[in-house]
């Protein structure tokens, strides 16, 4: 293994899944697990996974009701299925497979996510990756926002041979052979961070690069894949070491990995429920706030 090589922590396993409404079976890696505390992969808080699943048609759209949110950024990605959002900042939007919502919370509102109504009476294959992205204290409170991040839209790095393709989703790529062709992310984001969907064919690799220090980890999607000589199977999540730079990956079959590396927030985390801030007060305000009405209107 090599000098600057990011080593493994752990391959972990996907937890046991559960239902987010009737519209949402996943598998919850962080946090929670006894490696990954609240803050072990800042700026990434959660991820909710929901692995392959077969849903049946239904004329009512399956989801996830009305609820509030404070203090984060809900980023979901689509790898089978539709999914729509409404929030009650006026945003909408339905994203499809490649597809990204990155919707900012901040200060506060209300929004609902659901199937897409044709996808809902068609029934389908469903599988789909929830992450909530925290905000330092300095952006907690400012206005909510919404970025739709089609698949088009996304930085595509194509690796030599036609091998496979690393989408940039957030931050920037750099080839470590050709490091000044840089292909940047297609979302703006409040603190330094990387998120790349690394699609790869069969027995195809690429390396990639990121500071010692950043809190980085790996979900394979599809397929299998050895990192740094381990092997990694399918719907596991791998965690690094904030220790080297270098992370060497080669596809056993074809694979799908998402990759999230990110600056830590060095910042204290009071969380609640749908609430993500630094103080319990905080919090306590975040619920007069939504009692008061402040969060807006949306109809469920």
């Not at 990605?77 to 006026?90: E, L, N, P, Q, V």
């Amino acid at each position: 293994m090599k000098q600057d090589t990011k080593k493994i922590e752990a391959i972990i396993a996907p937890p046991p899944a559960h239902m987010v409404g009737d519209g949402f079976r996943v598998h919850s890696f962080f946090p929670g697990h006894e490696l990954i505390d609240k803050k072990r992969m800042s700026p990434f808080f959660l991820m909710d996974y929901g692995s392959k699943i077969e849903f049946t048609p239904s004329e009512e759209p399956r989801g996830v009701g009305v609820h509030p949110h404070r203090g984060f950024e809900t980023v979901t990605i689509a790898y089978h299925g539709r999914i729509a959002h409404h929030d009650s900042a006026g945003h909408s939007g339905i994203i499809g497979e490649g597809d990204i919502q990155w919707m900012t919370a901040a200060s506060g509102l209300l929004h609902k996510e659901y199937h897409e109504k044709e996808f809902s009476k068609q029934g389908g294959l469903f599988q789909m990756v929830q992450l909530w992205v925290n905000l330092p204290a300095k952006y907690k409170m400012t206005s909510p926002k919404y970025q739709e991040i089609t698949n088009a839209s996304i930085g595509k790095y194509q690796l030599p041979d036609n091998n496979g393709v690393v989408e940039v989703i957030a931050g920037e790529y750099k080839n470590p052979a050709t490091p000044e062709q840089v292909t940047p992310g297609a979302a703006s984001t409040f603190t330094p961070m990387h998120v790349y969907n690394v699609k790869l064919k069969k027995e195809a690799s690429v390396q990639l690069t990121f500071p010692a220090d950043y809190n980085t980890g790996l979900l394979v999607v599809e397929g299998n894949v050895t990192i740094n000589g381990q092997l990694a199977l399918a719907d596991h999540f791998v965690l690094f070491k904030n220790e080297g730079n270098t992370i060497d990956i080669t596809a056993g079959e074809e694979a799908i990995l998402l990759v999230l590396s990110g600056e830590p927030i060095n910042e204290p985390i009071a969380q609640y429920g749908p609430f993500l801030m630094n103080k319990w007060e905080e919090l306590e305000q975040a619920f007069t706030d939504v009692n008061s009405g402040k969060f807006g209107v949306l109809e469920d």
